[in-house]
């Protein structure tokens, strides 16, 4: 039998379910494998370093890790149906949305599924077999009453704080409305077809407010065009044509998105940032920053949302700058004139360290003197 890639994850995974609706749009075979507990404890520990899904494996046997790598090297692979739009403006703003829905949702995702309990049943059924198939119940149920703990563990230092619930239930609700009337004039956020700005986005809605049952209920069914978006991300076309909007042109309907996402994200990259240049003074050279660093506060709709900094996202707004700086000096004037009119002229001025990925943590580049 020819050999294909395999996908290690689980639906209920945010990252997960990113890079499933990529591989089932680009049309690519893979075995969807549900990761137990051996090939997540211990194989993929061993092969990526982090104890972490998805990871896939490719043909050759190699592991890939990082959702973002993995579309990456797939998209280098397999050139049909690209992910990456071809013109400036919507390059670099589907690279700025990946990031963005890849990190800003994480505490929009973890606060819809772990603070309404009717969503752990499903949490447990599907984990448990997962984790420990062909094994009695009553050890699935303990064993997933463990990695539940785990991850509950991490709902402070991600901010889903009950002090700040009032506030994250209804930036999630304006800016799900938002979306909505996006995609009531339109297919994918740049048009016709799905880029790597969707696939970013619907890590926080496949397998957190899609198909846990409170916020599939509460925030998704009632809204029909974000619905039908997901659909379409769950279930691609495999026969259509599209083509992005023409023009190298961002829809209107998503000013208001941009607006939010230089007002908010990006002070939260900031914020990130002078505290990855504080920690740097006395880490040792090569050596990885701690995954997460002290509370950022970042502006969130009318109030101030309050998380730990993550040092990894700055490794993805390194990207999108890094998309910029490769550009020819016209299309880095296109960025500059769209930028400044969603707000977002800064974003250009954020002085990041030279960073490396090491599975969920980064490395500073120690600079050759
Ligand atoms: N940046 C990574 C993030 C992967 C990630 O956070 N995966 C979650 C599940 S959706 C996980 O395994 N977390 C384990 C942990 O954080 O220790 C990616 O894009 O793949």
């Not at 049943?121 to 077999?129: Q, T, V």
């Amino acid at each position: 039998m020819k050999k294909t890639l395999t996908l290690y994850g689980w639906h209920l995974s945010y990252f997960t379910g990113k890079v499933l609706c990529y591989l089932r749009y680009k049309g690519i075979p893979f075995t969807d494998q549900p990761v137990n507990a051996y090939t997540l404890m211990w194989r993929i520990k061993k092969e990526t370093g982090a104890m972490v899904m998805p990871v896939i494996t490719t043909p050759d046997g190699e592991w890939i890790q990082d959702s973002t790598v993995i579309i990456e090297r797939l998209e280098a692979q397999f050139s049909h149906r690209p992910v990456t739009p071809t013109t400036p403006v919507q390059q670099f703003a589907a690279s700025l949305m990946e990031a963005w829905g890849d990190e800003w949702w994480v505490p929009v995702a973890m606060h819809t599924r772990w603070s309404y309990s009717e969503n752990y049943a499903l949490f447990e059924h599907d984990a448990g077999r997962a984790l420990l198939p062909y094994f009695p119940a009553f050890l699935q149920r303990q064993v997933v009453a463990r990695v539940a703990g785990k991850l509950r563990g991490m709902l402070h230092s991600v901010g889903v704080r009950p002090e700040q619930f009032a506030l994250l239930n209804q930036w999630t609700g304006e800016m799900l409305d938002l979306l909505d009337a996006h995609f009531a004039q339109h297919d994918f956020l740049f048009g016709g077809h799905p880029t790597i700005g969707d696939f970013g986005l619907v890590g926080t809605m496949y397998g957190h407010l899609g198909r846990d049952p409170w916020p599939a209920r509460e925030l998704i069914a009632k809204r029909p065009a974000l619905q039908a978006w997901l659909e379409r991300m769950r279930h691609p076309d495999p026969h259509n044509t599209p083509t992005l909007l023409d023009g190298d042109q961002i829809a209107s309907t998503l000013a208001p998105v941009f607006k939010a996402i230089f007002a908010e994200f990006l002070p939260m990259l900031e914020g990130i940032n002078q505290q990855v240049k504080t920690a740097m003074l006395t880490l040792p050279a090569g050596k990885a920053l701690p995954r997460v660093l002290a509370d950022v506060a970042c502006p969130m709709g009318q109030g101030t949302f309050y998380r730990g900094a993550l040092p990894y996202t700055l490794w993805m707004a390194q990207r999108t700058l890094d998309i910029y700086h490769a550009m020819p000096a016209h299309a880095q004037a296109a960025v500059r004139e769209w930028l400044s009119k969603v707000g977002g002229s800064a974003f250009l001025t954020l002085d990041i360290p030279r960073l490396r990925r090491s599975g969920l943590r980064v490395v500073p580049v120690t600079q050759a003197v």
